[in-house]
């Protein structure tokens, strides 16, 4: 199957600070990822579509501003948290699919915890 | 797109127990897919069910698409304790909308 990498693993960060995480595919292309987040003991909810080369699409009610998603290359997507609040903790996991495979992988998600 | 519904949110067996989940959904499913998250970790795929009636296994465990496909159920059969977790059905291909998942605790 296809790998796909996160970092950081786990973020602590102050309220009111931005915070990056980066989503890679490591051994194909992707050329749209998805950014999903998960609360404790709860279900995951996408959050949005990062499509390399153009504006991600955002799920309803995800303030585009507040988190910015880049997907510059075929491998690399980045969700940005900016002006993180205590509310915004929460784990963030990205998947990328290929054409050769039916299912989504998963990144090891990044858990945020904003003070 | 529409939610799907999942249940129960948790079951908790004795080892050796079997165990089910189901995913309904109120209008037709193009497919739909099992996932299991162990506890700190990620969604790992399991399977995808395509034809109505469709029926699967994977050594203990067995997937079912209703006729109708609009419910799935994934059985296992003989807990044990390497199957605790969470239990996710989704529908779509890429852009996945998660059931609400059950969790799966499991007495030694």
């Known amino acids: 199957g296809a790998v796909v990498s996160q970092h950081p693993s786990w973020v602590i960060c102050k309220s009111g600070t931005s915070v990056k995480i980066e989503c890679r595919s490591l051994d194909f292309q992707a050329t749209t990822m998805f950014w999903y987040r998960q609360f404790p003991k709860q279900s995951l909810m996408l959050m949005a579509t990062s499509n390399e080369g153009s504006k991600a699409t955002y799920e309803q009610g995800v303030e585009k501003d507040k988190f910015l998603i880049n997907h510059a290359s075929l491998t690399l997507s980045t969700l940005t948290v900016t002006s993180a609040h205590p509310e915004d903790s929460s784990f963030y996991i990205c998947?990328?699919?290929?054409?050769?495979?039916?299912?989504?992988?998963f990144g090891p998600g990044t858990r945020l915890t904003v003070l | 797109g529409q939610q799907v519904m999942q249940i129960p949110q948790y079951q908790h067996v004795q080892e050796g127990e079997d165990f089910t989940t189901y995913c309904n959904s109120s209008?037709?499913?193009?497919?739909i897919q099992w996932y299991k998250q162990r506890p700190g970790g990620h969604p790992v795929f399991l399977i995808q069910l395509v034809k109505s009636g469709e029926v699967k296994k994977q050594k203990r465990l067995t997937f079912q698409f209703g006729e109708a496909k609009k419910n799935s159920s994934l059985h296992i059969t003989a807990t044990q304790t390497t199957d605790v977790g969470t239990y996710f059905c989704?529908?779509?291909?890429?852009?996945?909308?998660f059931g609400q998942g059950t969790r799966l605790t499991i007495n030694p």
């Open positions: 209008t037709t499913l193009s497919n």
């Open positions: 989704a529908r779509g291909a890429q852009k996945l909308v």
């Open positions: 998947s990328a699919g290929t054409s050769a495979y039916n299912e989504q992988f």
